[in-house]
């Protein structure tokens, strides 16, 4: 039976015996893992998410990003045995699981779980499998390791009840619970002692903590950087933690409830000092690991929260005035508004007050973050496909007027559903009201849900996740190598370890790009390339 553990900060001294400290819970949980035999449904969306990632870590290949953080991947050439999206060869274990990582976050298209904090639980994948690679683990290994994983992450962001443990309202990046849940996945999967593994949690949130900044101002490259860190952290936390305590290399501690800790000095304990957390884990050795299935995967390249949005607006089309070739008349729409939650109108919508994010013109990573953009996009193309952030010139002042012509207004039924603690009436939609020029009655549409969520309309099963694959790597991988990789990921759980590298493929059909200028480690690349 889950138990919900009440966590807050202790007064002046900072002690608190190890049992009572979240980290040593989440270990308990971590290093029995091996008692509890997996469900065939938890066995089946692991290596869902596993196809998942490779989509999107390869549709992403050769974006100026990724070309970034390949080059220190590929320094590391021969140091390690792991393996990286798109290319042969074997790499180090650091290397490999950061340029994984962020491959996997660049398109903000990986699966999600949002509670009392944010999430893309997938995070934590690259870095076990580069771990599981390294160290020879069974894909039997490897699943639970995953499965771990997200089960820790998602206790971490909230399970309802009141659990979870908010860190965007403190401006903390979420990449605080990643590793944590990171570092807990790897143990599990690597048969650490709960000792061993409470080090590694404590070594990993300690060193993820990272502002929100990231996500304002001028967006760049750092959201993609965020778990590709974290996953550094979290193996760096874990191969230290490996030490032992004997030669002094245990974590910083207790990380959450310290005078000095997580909540008292970055969450609600800085103003509060009697305030807590809840936090639901597994009974250790008992509980089988289904958090896993209350996360969902995403269809569009997009926030989450316009999922929802997108599906209605390419559901509605055919309820809008048509134009002679049969497309929605965009002249003669007046005006959408979108009856949403407070994060859709605040963050991703007009509340925002963000220029940028009603402008063709900005960057992807701030258009991916735009409700207006999103709307507009999808009935200007009347698709959401892999090319919507591929503007063409012609098509740029079109799709300007037609985003001014987007309003977001904040609903508190909306917002009331975006808390619920309850996950099967949780909703990140809203209500689209179209009004036009021509006296024409409005139209109207509600979606709650994404169809691809796990409570939508078409839950996502494995067919969805391989067409996913199919669409996202046309033109990078042929047929013959996305099949066998398929076929490899479908038969995870007898895999031996040998066979691991089958769970990063490569891109055959395409030349892996470099970074347009030189950085600190193209030096080795180029002379290992040269000798060669």
Not at 179 to 208: D, K, P, Q, R
């Amino acid at each position: 039976m889950a138990v919900i553990h009440t966590v807050k900060a202790v007064g002046k001294g900072g002690q608190l015996a190890r049992k009572d400290q979240l980290a040593w819970k989440i270990a308990e949980v971590a290093a029995r893992s091996s008692e509890v035999q997996l469900t065939e449904k938890v066995k089946d969306m692991v290596i869902n998410r596993i196809i998942d990632n490779a989509a999107i870590a390869l549709a992403a290949i050769n974006e100026e990003a990724v070309t970034v953080m390949r080059e220190k991947t590929l320094a590391s050439a021969g140091t390690g045995l792991a393996s990286i999206y798109g290319m042969p060869g074997k790499f180090g274990v650091s290397q490999a699981a950061y340029v994984n990582a962020g491959a996997v976050r660049f398109r903000d298209q990986d699966d999600t779980y949002l509670a009392a904090e944010y999430s893309h639980p997938d995070d934590n994948i690259s870095p076990i499998l580069a771990v599981a690679q390294q160290m020879g683990c069974s894909g039997e290994d490897v699943m639970r390791g995953i499965a771990v994983a997200y089960e820790i992450h998602v206790a971490l962001v909230g399970t309802g009840s009141g659990t979870g443990i908010c860190l965007h309202k403190h401006k903390v990046d979420h990449m605080t619970h990643i590793a944590a849940a990171t570092a807990a996945g790897i143990g599990a999967m690597l048969g650490l002692s709960v000792e061993e593994i409470y080090h590694a949690v404590n070594f990993a949130v300690h060193n993820a903590v990272s502002s929100r900044q990231s996500r304002k101002g001028e967006i760049g490259a750092q959201k993609e950087l965020v778990p590709a860190y974290s996953a550094e952290i979290a193996i760096e936390a874990v191969n230290v933690a490996m030490s032992g305590n004997d030669s002094g290399q245990i974590g910083p501690n207790p990380v959450y409830e310290g005078e000095d800790s997580i909540i008292r000095r970055f969450l609600d304990g800085r103003e509060n000092p009697d305030a807590e957390y809840k936090v639901r884990l597994p009974e250790p050795g008992v509980d089988t690991f289904e958090n896993i299935l209350i996360t969902y995967p995403k269809e569009h390249a997009f926030e989450y929260q316009g999922q929802a949005i997108i599906d209605a607006v390419l559901e509605v089309i055919p309820q809008l005035p048509a134009d002679e070739n049969g497309k929605p008349d965009l002249t003669k729409i007046e005006k959408i508004v979108l009856e949403t939650s407070h994060h859709t109108h605040h963050v991703i919508g007009v509340d925002a007050k963000d220029p940028q994010k009603v402008d063709p013109d900005a960057p992807r990573g701030t258009l991916d973050h735009s409700i207006m953009f999103a709307v507009a996009r999808a009935l200007q193309l009347g698709r959401w496909d892999e090319d919507v952030y591929e503007i063409a010139a012609a098509d740029k002042e079109v799709l300007r007027e037609l985003m001014l012509k987007v309003e977001t207004k904040f609903d508190a039924e909306w917002e009331r559903k975006y808390h619920s603690t309850e996950p099967t009436e949780q909703a990140m939609g809203g209500k689209l009201i179209f009004t036009f020029t021509d006296g024409t009655a409005p139209v109207e549409i509600t979606k709650e849900r994404a169809n691809a969520h796990c409570f939508g309309d078409t839950p996502w099963g494995r067919e969805n996740y391989i067409g996913k694959l199919e669409k996202l790597t046309k033109g990078i991988m042929s047929d013959a190598v996305r099949e066998n990789f398929v076929k490899a990921a479908g038969g995870l759980e007898a895999m031996l370890s040998s066979d691991l590298q089958k769970l990063t493929p490569v891109a055959d059909l395409i030349s892996l790009a470099r970074p347009v200028k030189p950085g600190l480690y193209t030096g080795a690349v180029n002379a290992q390339a040269h000798a060669r």
